[in-house]
């Protein structure tokens, strides 16, 4: 008999926060089923007894190949130079090991290179074409980087710049992760790093807590969100708490978003200022639960 308290595994999912745009209603039902699709992938892993880790990458992973209405991998936002970057980062509850990349131009899937540095590199954050050799050399995919350029971006014919995923699992052990990937803000300088890939901003996992946030990164990175939720919760504050001040917060920086938290406990948040947020949640035994606003 095992002595691991068994939990019942969670995983929720986030389609980035941002405005309510005149095209929303049209694509909301597409949005919802590949947030339902990322749920049922990511839940997979979990019925199978993996760990949050693995659920929360498979989610993220899935939701990067979506290249209509997200805004990670395929089909990011465009950079000033009428470029992609792409950044992500994971983080695991139990250890508090991290991975990270950012500016990423030919990688497939940020998240699984991210994923790479947790798992090959005595690093947390690369960055830069050092971090897509490393991402080749993991074995995962390269293209170059007119792939991830789609024309709705070119042409804009997605007004809204949002559509930042991200993914945070609860594992039958009781195991916490976090991931999170995105395309960054639409028109950004090249070069520019917001929030998803750094840990403690965007990401965040520990023993208690997994976190990920989308919205102006760089309010997030000054409000430090992700690990201020982590720290309202270990001072007491119960989660649906935590998660609303973190965004008061960055509120009294001038910006809105949204995020996602998951609670050792089963406990769930998913608050958003924004005028919308895609979001979703899976329980193992129950049908999946989306909303594209
Ligand atoms: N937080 C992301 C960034 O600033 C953007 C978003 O979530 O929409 O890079």
Redesign the pocket.
């Known amino acids: 008999v095992s002595t691991l308290r068994r939990v019942q595994p969670v995983i929720l999912v986030h389609g ?3 405005a309510r745009a005149p095209e929303l209603a049209a694509r909301a039902a597409a949005i919802e089923r590949a947030l339902g699709e990322a749920l049922r992938r990511g839940g997979a892993a979990l019925d199978r007894g993996g760990d949050a880790l693995d659920a929360a990458q498979a989610a993220v992973m899935c939701m990067e190949d979506e290249a209509d209405f997200l ?1 990670a991998g395929r089909g990011s936002v465009l950079c000033s130079d009428g470029g992609v970057e792409m950044s992500a980062s994971l983080m695991r509850g139990r250890d508090r090991a991290a991975g990270a990349m950012a500016l990423l131009r030919t990688s497939r899937s940020p998240i699984a290179g991210a994923r790479a540095v947790l798992e090959r590199s005595p690093h947390v954050l690369l960055a830069g074409p050092a971090a897509d050799a490393l991402a080749d050399a993991a074995g995962i995919e390269q293209r170059p980087p007119a792939y991830f350029i789609t024309e709705r971006q070119q042409r804009r014919l997605v007004q809204d ?2 559509g ?1 995923v991200g993914a945070v699992a609860l594992d039958g052990a009781g195991g916490l992760a976090a991931a999170t990937s ?1 395309g ?2 639409r028109g950004q300088a090249a070069g520019r790093i ?3 890939p750094l840990i403690g901003a ?1 990401t965040w996992a520990d023993g208690r807590v997994a976190v990920s ?5 760089e309010a ?1 990175i000054r409000a430090a969100a992700a690990h201020q939720l982590a720290g309202r919760v270990v001072a007491g504050e119960a989660l649906a708490a935590a998660a609303a001040a973190t965004l008061d917060d960055v509120a009294s920086l001038g910006a809105r ?1 949204g995020l996602i938290a998951l609670g050792a406990d089963g406990a769930v948040a998913m608050p958003f200022s924004a005028e919308a947020m895609a979001r979703g949640v899976w329980r193992a035994g129950a049908e999946v639960e989306v909303h594209a606003a």
């Open positions: 980035g926060a941002g805004n710049g949002r930042t995105t960054g803000a917001g929030d998803s965007g946030c989308t919205g102006d990164g997030f978003g």
